[in-house]
């Protein structure tokens, strides 16, 4: 917990710096570092035990079946969780948060699909058990920062 806690306000930085923002969100960063500690920390934890004990192998078959079931089950209701509790953290109604899904979930899991099969795949066969979590974390700060746009994108596009 302790660090997504730390890798997802990172990210959100990252993604300030990339777009050139001239002065830091620090509530912004905030919201991520909560949102990542107490949301994405546990569940993905649960997700790749669940997934190593339902595919104990290290096999290439193995690793493309959890690649693939992450993909259709965990990861739009990851993505769905984060575009509705990010808005609702940035205090908009329901109604706003439903919309930030609506225009967002699909550009973002399009992405998804392409990047986490190959990372997970990787993760599955070749990372040792005990290091696959801290191997997710390195890649998911990377895909905090491409979250981070998504969520700015609007404003950014306006500036």
Same mark, same amino acid.
């Given at each position: 917990?302790?660090?997504y806690?730390t890798?997802?306000p990172?990210?959100?930085f ?5 777009a ?11 919201r ?7 949301y $994405?920390a546990? #569940? +993905? @934890?649960i997700? %790749?035990t ?6 104990p192998?290290?096999?290439i078959? =193995?690793?493309?079946?959890k690649?693939i079931v992450e ?7 990851a ?5 509705f509790?990010?808005?609702?953290l940035?205090g908009k ?24 099969? $190959?990372?997970? #795949? +990787? @993760?599955?066969? %070749?990372?040792?058990e ?9 890649? =998911? ?7 981070a ?7 950014i596009?306006?500036n």
């Open positions: 917990m302790v660090s806690g890798i997802w990172t990210g959100c990252l993604q300030q710096i990339i050139g923002e001239e002065k830091f969100d620090y509530s912004r960063a905030a991520f570092s909560f949102f990542g500690c107490f $994405v546990p #569940t +993905i @934890n997700w %790749l669940i997934a190593g004990r339902i595919w192998k290290n096999d078959k =193995s690793a493309m079946i690649a993909q259709i089950s965990y990861t739009p209701f993505m769905v969780s984060f575009y509790g990010m808005s609702l940035e109604n329901m109604d706003a948060a439903k919309q930030e899904v609506s225009s967002k979930f699909l550009p973002t899991y399009k992405v998804g699909a392409v990047i986490w099969p $190959v990372l997970q #795949t +990787i @993760n599955y066969t %070749l990372i040792p005990r290091n696959r979590i801290p191997f997710v974390s390195i890649c =998911s700060l990377m895909w905090s920062s491409f979250l746009y998504m969520n700015r994108k609007e404003k596009l306006q």
